[in-house]
């Protein structure tokens, strides 16, 4: 079992920041990927940035070029930095890790979700 506790998120305005936080209780060079989702109300939870073991890294076409996602592999950590933030980034995010179990299996590891809002 791996518990993610996300830290970080708040009220910022238009063309704000902020640095969102994911600490891992497990080794996160032990996970095939770690990754932030969003969920706005209404909708389903959709992909923001994930991050791979060899380090690529891969964003959805709305956050592309003001979102970066790293990682900390000694503290166990991964990072997600908004910048440039719009109304509509407006969301809980969530932390996920995977973790590939064999055979074709990978288990999926959720936080609890912190809420990221931003005035017009």
């Known amino acids: 079992q791996v518990q993610l506790v996300e830290s970080g998120g708040g009220w910022v305005q238009t063309g704000g920041s902020l640095r969102l936080s994911c600490a891992a209780s497990?080794?996160?060079?032990?996970?095939?990927?770690m990754a932030w989702y969003v969920q706005a109300p209404g909708k389903q939870r959709e992909l923001v940035a994930i991050?791979?073991?060899?380090?690529?890294?891969n964003y959805a076409s709305s956050v592309k070029g003001r979102f970066t996602i790293s990682r900390d592999n000694a503290k166990n950590t991964v990072y997600l930095q908004m910048n440039n933030l719009k109304p509509e980034d407006t969301a809980v995010y969530y932390c996920?890790?995977?973790?590939?179990?064999?055979?074709?299996?990978?288990?999926?590891?959720w936080g609890q979700g912190t809420q990221v809002t931003v005035s017009s």
């Open positions: 996920n890790a995977q973790k590939y179990t064999g055979h074709g299996v990978y288990d999926n590891y």
């Open positions: 991050i791979v073991s060899g380090g690529s890294t």
């Open positions: 497990a080794s996160i060079l032990s996970m095939y990927a």
